[in-house]
């Protein structure tokens, strides 16, 4: 890779488990933007699903595949993402976000919120992996300005990716087929932030009404994508890689900004 090219960052909608071993169309989606994009020397990523007090990093050269989920076929468990991990990328990172003490972990390794993607994005897993934890104790504004100190990154080779869902509650997924009204509401007025781009709205979401409140009942979701747009720039061209609604209120909207 060109030393000067300065690589894009990404949210990711990842919706169901499943599609880490599934084709469809978000997945194909996936693949093409990891065809597309210039190969890092790393990835960021930003899980909904590793949400704790505090901020980690995980530091091990090889990352365990987790599998933190019930309920889905075998092939789902039996799958393993055997991509390395970085303790470099790792303490690179933890140096960025100072003066904020970021602790270097041993034991997560990477969760559905990574694999799941990343199997698509990259499938010969021969990228490295680090993934940053969600202060769950955090505001989202909290979030938004600790992202922004991750920048330098981009002209370093790596890939900084969000990965969760603008619409995220799981009252009825597994039955309901057609999407809720509300759910579609929030998914298009997002995406119309996102155009513009409007980053305090996005940012203060809790401020958007009986929508919002239903379609982010929990903010473990949503705040990978604050990750992914504290992280534009002015000359950064928005693309739309997948869109829709799942389970009626599950979106799997995904961008790209470079």
């Known amino acids: 890779m060109n030393a000067t090219t300065r690589m894009p960052v990404a949210f990711i909608g990842h919706g169901s488990p499943m599609n880490a071993i599934e084709q469809n169309a978000w997945t194909a989606a996936w693949r093409k933007f990891g065809a597309v994009t210039p190969k890092p020397t790393g990835v960021l990523m930003i899980s909904a699903h590793w949400y704790t007090p505090g901020t980690h990093l995980t530091a ?36 960025l976000l100072l003066p904020l003490k970021a602790s270097l972990d041993q034991k997560w390794g990477l969760d559905h919120g990574a694999w799941s993607v990343l199997a698509h994005v990259f499938p010969q897993a021969d990228v490295p992996v680090v993934q940053l934890s969600i202060d769950r104790t955090q505001p989202p504004q909290w979030h938004y300005e600790l992202a922004k100190r991750l920048a330098p990154l981009r002209d370093e080779g790596i890939l900084i990716v969000g990965s969760g869902a603008v619409v995220h509650n799981l009252m009825n997924w597994r039955n ?26 996005l940012v203060n979401y809790e401020r958007l009404g009986a929508d919002a409140q239903r379609s982010i009942p929990t903010a473990e979701h949503y705040l990978p994508m604050l990750y992914t747009i504290a992280l534009q720039t002015p000359q950064d061209h928005l693309s739309i890689l997948t869109d829709g609604i799942t389970g009626g209120s599950i979106s799997m909207l995904s961008f790209a900004l470079g």
Request: charged residues 15%; proline residues 11%; without cysteine.
């Open 176 to 201: 309901q087929t057609a999407a809720y009204d509300w759910a579609e509401r929030f998914n298009d007025l997002v995406k119309s932030h996102l155009a513009q781009p409007d980053h305090p709205t």
């Open 60 to 95: 091990m050269t090889a990352p365990e595949t987790i599998h933190d989920f019930g309920g889905f076929p075998q092939a789902l468990f039996d799958f393993q993402y055997p991509a390395p991990g970085s303790p470099a990328l790792a303490q690179r990172a933890a140096q």
